[in-house]
């Protein structure tokens, strides 16, 4: 049984893998100020919630896009579980052809998610990712990670907007009924959401012109699941990538 961890910015998502089940997968804030202690608790109320027992856990691997509590949270697994996780980045196998101009600057949440759509489907891809930031990794039709386009992510420019104008509100990420907003919560959630939807649609059109072929889009990410049914194109959405990639990038680092 794996404990697998891939910190974002805004989250942190947590999972416990026994062979190809996902026994739980959770979300906790990413908080700078938090302790090891604190972030241990939180891991150890995890497998108390969900009747696991830690014995049972054989491994743990990391993804991190948030360097200074990278040491923080993996010190945190050490305590709860006795055991030292992998960490994701250099030194560490994970299969992956990359074909961008400076490899050491792809983040590890790419490496990862690129990793699982590859394990499970047939290349050309691309994977969206919807998190602080939407970013779009494509995948040629031999497997080489190509790079992609990075965005803000859809809450990231909502606050933005909110922060800077005097008078719009805060609002929900339901689809309202219609595109053309008659007042401004309805605008706004228009503009989130089948703005963003349009974003994508969009966006792979114009990636499959540059590779003159069609890809299979995968989607994960915090808000996927609300943006995704919202496209034109069809696309595979899959909240659990993530921890997929950790798994199969574990399997191929297991001594």
């Known amino acids: 049984m794996l404990f697998v961890i891939d910190m974002g910015n805004t989250n942190i998502v947590l999972g416990c893998v ?30 108390e919630v969900y009747k696991i027992n830690i014995m049972d856990v054989t491994g743990s691997i990391i993804s991190s896009v948030v360097p200074p509590l990278t040491e923080v949270i993996s010190r945190a697994v050490t305590k709860v579980l006795d055991l030292t996780p992998l960490i994701v980045g250099p030194g560490l196998k994970n299969g992956l052809k990359i074909a961008i101009d400076n490899p050491a600057q792809l983040g590890a949440d790419l490496v990862v998610g690129a990793v699982a759509a590859l394990a499970e489907h047939k290349p050309p891809l691309a994977i969206v990712d919807m998190g602080t930031a939407t970013t779009i990794s494509v995948i040629d039709e031999n497997g080489r990670f190509l790079g992609g ?10 606050d933005s907007m909110v922060t800077r104008t005097s008078q719009l509100p805060r609002i929900g990420f339901d689809a309202p009924e219609r595109v053309i907003g008659r007042n401004t919560i309805e605008s706004m959630k228009s503009g989130s959401v089948y703005g963003n939807a349009a974003m994508i649609d969009g966006m792979i059109d114009r990636i499959e012109s540059e590779l003159g072929m069609p890809v299979t889009v995968i989607a994960t990410g915090g808000l996927a699941g609300v943006i995704v049914p919202h496209c034109k194109r069809e696309i595979i959405y899959d909240e659990s990538l993530l921890l997929k990639g950790l798994v199969v990038i574990y399997e191929k680092n297991r001594k």
């Open 149 to 158: 386009p990075i965005m803000p992510g859809v809450v990231t420019a909502l």
């Open 18 to 47: 026994d062979g190809k089940k996902v026994l739980f997968e959770e979300r906790i804030a990413t908080k700078h100020t938090k302790t090891e202690l604190e972030y241990a608790i939180d891991f150890k109320n995890l497998f």
